[in-house]
Each structure stands twice: as C-alpha cells, then as structure tokens.
C-alpha cells in the first residue's frame, strides 16, 4: 500500500469514529432529560428490574412479564438497574452510544455494498444527526429500535461478507446478530428481504443458491413477527373498534404513510410525539391519488432499472418502503389508537432515502455541510421536547390540539402535582375530543375512588372497559369498586381478567384476600 493511500485510510478511520464523537456532542443534552411515556412500565416500574435474576429470568422465559416480548432490551436495562439505578442520564447515555455505534457500522455497511467512502459517511452522518431520530434516541423505551438497529446493520455487514466470500462464519455470525435484532424489535424481521434486494441490486436476478441461505432468516423472522402481532392483540391491546380498517382503507392508508415518511426526512417539520390521526375514507379522491401517485413513482422505477440496468435508486426506494412494511397499516399495533404514524417507526427504513439524499448532497461539498449544522441543530432543539413528561405533552399539545392522549396523560401529571382541578380539565378535554378515550374514562373513575364516591366511579369505569374491555388498569380499579359495593363475585371477575391480561402475585393476592373474606366483612353489603 502506497504511503498516500495509508493516509487517506487513516483519516477515512478517523472520520468514522468522527461519527461517534458527532452523535454523542449532539445528543448531549439528553443526559439531561428524564422519563417521558410508557419509561415507567419499561424502567422505573418494572419489577423485572427490581428482582435480580428472576426478573430476567421473566424476562426471558415469561412471556407478558413485559410490555412486550424483548427480552434483549430489557436485559441491557437490567444491567444498568444494577449500576446506576433510575439515573435516567445513564440510560439516555446507552441510546445515544447505540445510536452512533450503529452510524459507525453503517458506513461499513454502505461501503460493502458499493458506495464509495464519501457519501457512505455523509448517509451515516444524517442518520446520526436527523431530527427524525430524537424519537428514537431521546426515549429511553426507544432502546429497542436502537438496540434492535445496531444488530440489524452488523448483522447485514455479516452477511455482505458472507455473500463475497462464502465463508460460514460470516453466515452464524449474520444470523445470531439477526436473531439478538428481533429479540430487540421485531420490525428486523425485513431484513431477509433488504438482503434478497441486494442481491437483486448488485446482480439483476435472485437465484435459488442466494434464497437458501436466508431462509432460515425467513423462518425465524415470520415466526417472531406473528408472534409480535399476538402480543399486541393479547397483550398490549390492539384490538377493537380502532383497528377496524378494511382492505381499500389500509391499502390507502399505506400509500399515505410512504409518503409521509418521505417528507419527513426531506423536511423535517414539524416533528410532533403524536401526529393527528388521520381519517382515512375511500370516498375522498385525494386520498387515492397519493396512494397511486406512491405507487406510479416505484413502479416507474422499477421499470427504469429493468431496462437501463441503473438500479441503485430502486434499491434505495424498495428498501425505504419494504423496511417500513410492518408500519403501514397492514398489522394492527397498539399507538395505532393515537397516530397512523409515529417518528421512531421509520428509524431503519430511513436509510434508503437518507443514501439518496446523501448521494446527491456529496457532489457539494458546502450544501452537505450547510444541510448537516441545520439539522443538527433542529436536532438539539427537538431534544428539549423531551426534557420531561409535562414538557413532551405540552409541545405535543402545542403543535396538535387535538392530540387526547397528550391531554390525558399531562392530567395524569396534574394529579401527580397535586393539581386535581387542572387534571380534571384535561381529562375532560380528551372526553371531548374522544368521548370513548378509554384512558381518560379510567382516570375520571379513579378521582372518583379517591374521594370514595364508588358508584359514579363504577359508571366512569364501565364506560371504559366497554371502549377497551382487555384494559388492564380499569379491571384493577372496577374490582376495587366492586369490592366496596359489596360485589364479591364481581370483584373476582375483574380480577381474573386483568391477570389474563398481565399476570401479577401482588394482584392475585388481592384476589384471594377476597376469595376468603365473607360477605359480612365486605364495605357495603351488595344488593
């Protein structure tokens, strides 16, 4: 190797871990910030944090001991429980180190596949630094797109290798850094695809001999994927009327979520934690010409590359779309009650039109520099949404007035504050807006137990469980109603369907404490 050659090597590493050094001064301010929604259920209550190995334990082999089944993540924040406790900096601190960790790879990433040093850094550097990404690494629950992201991009720098040299190590190698991905997040499981369009991409066909060694990518991605979707239904609770779309609605639906997605990455504003939902209506003509306009702009594409053979733009758009597949409305899941659309779902997805939009920008030079301080700096910006939850629901309010969800959980903090008038008008503003909003119908029902007003709390409560009748915390809350009216039967009723929904030895104590009681030791004797 030629004395020039070695330099420009050396200042091509040191540009690399550039990167790190980059997402970790941007995302400094994180440090910072504390816990924002569904933390308290994946961090700061979490029992399986809390007792030592049979809580990982749990987390590996008890399926619903969890939010959801990603026994890897909640791994990571088991170590960290036992180092730094509920220091929230420490656990920002490991996403953002994730995050640039994955931008490190993915310049290696790039380069296997056939981009040159240059644009492959500049496709990493947005990655880094892209506002659509405070999502992602800001929240703490986001370790598993994080997480799940770095062993995505070095299980697809395995199999690169192993696609060149046909070495079996590479191949274990892709494969268990795959299955740690979906054990992270199941939304990895497109990656078999991304690596059969590669494929595609690098040499215009797709043989058997390149199918065989990913069908076992295929297998195990299907079956965790199904899986995810069972959770969901069961578990986490998407199910019911609002996961009522038929086909010609989520085929529309899909088409509007690309192109939503697309923009975001070229015009990142505004960035909203909870987007307004949108109404999706098959007698709205609009709402079909973005679907077919989406669908024009692929299939011209493609077409493009069958006759000139060019086809590294497909690949790129094929790749954003085909990535962002479990996130188009094809599968219910569960923040599909608030939003069809969230930040933190296009994290990988995003590299295809980021590669794009790099490619483009890497032929001047200035404009790249110019487009990466802007977005850094909106990036900074973003972070202070993030600060708190109060903060998060108040920009989230600010920017959509109608988000009920926003409305009901800053009530929520109302009430951890003390304020119990202020919580009542959030409450009833999400009621307005949503009237069957199953949360904020629970929460009216709890300040109506807390001033022991039982009966108007078993009315606000039975409006609850008929919008969401596998809602966990309603279920508690009606039991211990039933329990002060006298309702015995009723109680254990209630009991018994929050522990289908999540099994807890607490609340099954709760139970049998009133299996064994009299009706004559009950509060109010029943009617």
Same mark, same amino acid.
């Given at each position: 190797?030629?004395q020039?050659?070695?330099?420009?090597?050396?200042q091509?590493?040191?540009?690399?871990?550039?990167?790190l050094?980059?997402t970790?001064?941007?995302?400094? *301010?994180?440090?910072?910030?504390?816990?924002i929604w569904d933390d308290?259920y994946?961090?700061?209550h979490?029992?399986v944090?809390t007792?030592?190995?049979?809580?990982?334990?749990?987390a590996?082999?008890?399926?619903?001991?969890?939010?959801q089944?990603y026994?890897?993540?909640f791994?990571t924040f088991?170590? /960290?429980?036992?180092?730094?406790g509920?220091?929230?900096?420490g656990?920002?601190?490991?996403n953002?180190l994730?995050?640039?960790?994955?931008?490190?790879?993915?310049?290696?990433?790039?380069r296997?596949i056939?981009?040159n040093?240059?644009p492959a850094?500049l496709?990493?550097?947005?990655f880094?630094?892209?506002?659509v990404?405070?999502?992602?690494?800001a929240?703490?629950t986001e370790r598993?797109n994080v997480?799940?992201?770095l062993?995505y991009?070095s299980?697809a720098w395995?199999?690169l290798?192993?696609?060149s040299r046909?070495?079996g190590?590479?191949w274990?190698?892709?494969f268990?850094?795959f299955?740690c991905?979906?054990?992270s997040?199941?939304?990895?499981?497109t990656l078999?695809?991304?690596l059969l369009?590669y494929?595609?991409?690098k *040499?215009?066909k797709?043989?058997?001999?390149?199918?065989v060694?990913?069908?076992?990518?295929?297998?195990i991605g299907?079956a965790m994927?199904?899986?995810?979707?069972?959770? /969901?239904?069961?578990h986490?609770?998407?199910?019911g009327?609002?996961?009522q779309l038929?086909?010609?609605?989520?085929?529309l639906l899909?088409?509007?979520?690309?192109?939503?997605?697309?923009?975001k990455?070229?015009w990142?504003?505004?960035?909203?934690?909870?987007?307004p939902?949108?109404?999706?209506d098959?007698?709205?003509w609009w709402?079909?010409?973005i679907t077919? #306009?989406?669908l024009?702009?692929?299939?011209?594409?493609?077409?493009?590359?069958?006759q000139?053979h060019?086809?590294?733009?497909?690949f790129?758009?094929?790749f954003?779309?085909?990535?962002?597949?479990?996130?188009?409305g094809?599968?219910d899941?569960f923040?599909f009650t608030?939003?069809?659309?969230?930040?933190?779902? %296009?994290y990988?997805?995003?590299?295809g039109?980021?590669?794009?939009?790099?490619i483009a920008?890497?032929r001047?030079?200035?404009l790249?520099?110019l487009v990466?301080v802007?977005?850094s700096?909106?990036?900074?910006?973003?972070?202070?949404?993030?600060?708190?939850?109060?903060?998060?629901?108040?920009d989230?309010i600010?920017?959509?007035?109608d988000a009920?969800?926003?409305?009901t959980?800053l009530g929520?903090i109302h009430i951890?504050e003390g304020?119990e008038?202020?919580?009542?008008?959030s409450?009833?503003?999400?009621?307005q807006?949503k009237?069957?909003?199953a949360e904020?119908?629970?929460n009216m029902?709890?300040?109506?137990i807390?001033h022991?007003r039982y /009966?108007? #709390?078993?009315?606000?409560?039975s409006?609850a469980?008929a919008?969401r009748d596998n809602?966990?915390? #309603?279920?508690?809350?009606?039991?211990?109603v039933q329990t002060?009216?006298?309702n015995?039967?009723?109680?254990i009723?209630h009991?018994?369907? #929050?522990l289908?929904?999540r099994?807890?030895?607490?609340?099954?104590?709760?139970?049998? %404490?009133i299996?064994?009681?009299t009706?004559?030791?009950?509060?109010?004797k029943?009617?």
């Amino acid at each position: 190797m030629q004395q020039s050659d070695m330099i420009l090597e050396k200042q091509m590493r040191w540009a690399t871990w550039g990167l790190l050094i980059l997402t970790v001064l941007v995302y400094s *301010r994180t440090i910072t910030c504390g816990y924002i929604w569904d933390d308290d259920y994946y961090v700061t209550h979490n029992s399986v944090l809390t007792s030592g190995l049979d809580g990982l334990s749990d987390a590996w082999f008890k399926p619903g001991s969890t939010p959801q089944y990603y026994p890897l993540v909640f791994t990571t924040f088991w170590v /960290e429980h036992q180092l730094w406790g509920l220091w929230a900096g420490g656990y920002h601190f490991v996403n953002v180190l994730l995050h640039g960790l994955s931008a490190m790879v993915l310049v290696s990433v790039l380069r296997r596949i056939g981009l040159n040093f240059w644009p492959a850094w500049l496709t990493a550097a947005l990655f880094a630094i892209h506002p659509v990404h405070v999502e992602s690494v800001a929240w703490i629950t986001e370790r598993k797109n994080v997480l799940s992201g770095l062993c995505y991009l070095s299980a697809a720098w395995c199999y690169l290798n192993f696609d060149s040299r046909r070495e079996g190590r590479f191949w274990v190698g892709a494969f268990l850094l795959f299955f740690c991905a979906l054990l992270s997040k199941t939304v990895a499981c497109t990656l078999p695809a991304a690596l059969l369009l590669y494929i595609w991409y690098k *040499r215009g066909k797709i043989t058997v001999k390149d199918i065989v060694p990913t069908l076992p990518f295929w297998i195990i991605g299907i079956a965790m994927g199904l899986f995810t979707v069972y959770m /969901e239904k069961t578990h986490v609770g998407a199910s019911g009327s609002e996961w009522q779309l038929n086909a010609i609605e989520r085929f529309l639906l899909s088409g509007r979520v690309l192109a939503f997605y697309a923009c975001k990455l070229v015009w990142p504003n505004p960035l909203i934690f909870t987007y307004p939902k949108w109404q999706i209506d098959a007698s709205v003509w609009w709402q079909w010409a973005i679907t077919f #306009a989406v669908l024009m702009i692929l299939g011209i594409q493609v077409a493009r590359a069958i006759q000139t053979h060019r086809r590294g733009r497909t690949f790129a758009l094929l790749f954003f779309a085909g990535t962002l597949f479990p996130a188009l409305g094809f599968f219910d899941v569960f923040p599909f009650t608030y939003s069809y659309v969230a930040d933190h779902f %296009q994290y990988l997805a995003s590299l295809g039109i980021l590669t794009l939009i790099a490619i483009a920008l890497s032929r001047k030079p200035r404009l790249a520099l110019l487009v990466v301080v802007i977005f850094s700096v909106v990036t900074v910006q973003q972070i202070g949404a993030y600060k708190d939850a109060k903060t998060l629901w108040i920009d989230t309010i600010a920017k959509n007035p109608d988000a009920w969800m926003a409305h009901t959980n800053l009530g929520v903090i109302h009430i951890q504050e003390g304020d119990e008038a202020s919580a009542i008008a959030s409450f009833e503003r999400a009621l307005q807006i949503k009237p069957d909003y199953a949360e904020a119908l629970a929460n009216m029902g709890a300040i109506a137990i807390l001033h022991q007003r039982y /009966e108007e #709390a078993h009315a606000w409560l039975s409006k609850a469980l008929a919008s969401r009748d596998n809602f966990y915390r #309603a279920h508690l809350n009606m039991a211990l109603v039933q329990t002060q009216l006298g309702n015995r039967d009723k109680a254990i009723e209630h009991y018994q369907k #929050a522990l289908a929904i999540r099994d807890d030895q607490d609340v099954r104590n709760l139970m049998h %404490q009133i299996e064994n009681t009299t009706d004559s030791q009950l509060p109010i004797k029943a009617d």
